[in-house]
């Protein structure tokens, strides 16, 4: 599977996908789970409408999923995504999204297909996060929370990549403050981590 992972947004390496819906499918699902906590209203409904455009310039056909409805119901979820070869998961907050990923099986699902070369997963900031072996120091960034349910707050990332991706770093963005904090704190754990300020990307290949 190929790895998008950008710190915010599509980032600077556009091309890549474009080129990858030439050689491959133009449909792909939109994962916002990440926002899940935000208040559902009409500005964060724009921003959704926001990702889903960012995606259709590119040349997708955007179908969004919500997680939520597939909670305890693995089986059926796994049926609706494999008929898509492309996902794209956005920002949030890291610790919901990846509570929202266990519960539904998302999470299984994109390790079991992780060897196949025909898939692209496309993450941002949080969505790009939550692939990493451990969460622990993000907690600086976002605050640990489950809303759905009282399960302790999960901090093992999926561990699609051998690095905690850190996004927004010496950025414009209203947290590049806290990512300094938390780089602290994964140099003093001896975490290794990558860096990426806003408009970086890095693709990688999992099999």
């Known amino acids: 599977m190929k790895l998008y992972l950008s710190s915010y947004k599509l980032g600077n390496k556009t091309e890549f996908l474009k080129k990858w819906i030439e050689e491959n499918d133009n449909s792909i699902v ?8 935000k208040e559902q209203n009409d500005i964060e409904k724009q921003k959704i ?8 310039n590119i040349g997708f056909k955007v179908t969004k999923i919500s997680l939520k409805k597939y909670f ?13 070869h492309a996902f794209c998961v ?6 919901v999204l990846r509570q929202a990923m266990k ?3 998302f999470d299984e699902y994109i390790k079991e297909i992780s060897n196949e070369e025909e898939y692209l997963y496309i993450g941002y900031s949080a969505g790009s996060c939550v692939l990493s072996p451990t969460l622990k ?3 600086l960034v976002d605050e ?3 809303p759905y349910n009282d ?5 093992y990332g999926i561990n699609l990549i051998n690095y905690v991706f850190v996004p927004h770093y010496k950025s414009n963005h209203k947290e590049s403050e806290r990512i300094d904090n938390a780089v602290i704190e994964l140099n003093k754990s001896k975490i290794k981590y990558k860096t990426f300020s806003d408009g970086d990307v890095i693709i990688e290949d999992t099999k």
């Open 103 to 105: 519960l539904s099986g």
């Open 49 to 56: 409408k926001d990702n889903i455009k960012m995606l259709e």
């Open 30 to 37: 939109l994962i916002t789970s990440a926002r899940d906590a």
């Open 151 to 155: 399960e302790p707050v999960i901090y």
């Open 90 to 95: 956005i920002g949030g907050n890291v610790f």
């Open 72 to 84: 305890n119901k693995k089986a059926e979820l796994k049926e609706i995504l494999k008929q898509y």
């Open 144 to 146: 640990p929370i489950n």
């Open 137 to 139: 120091c993000l907690d």
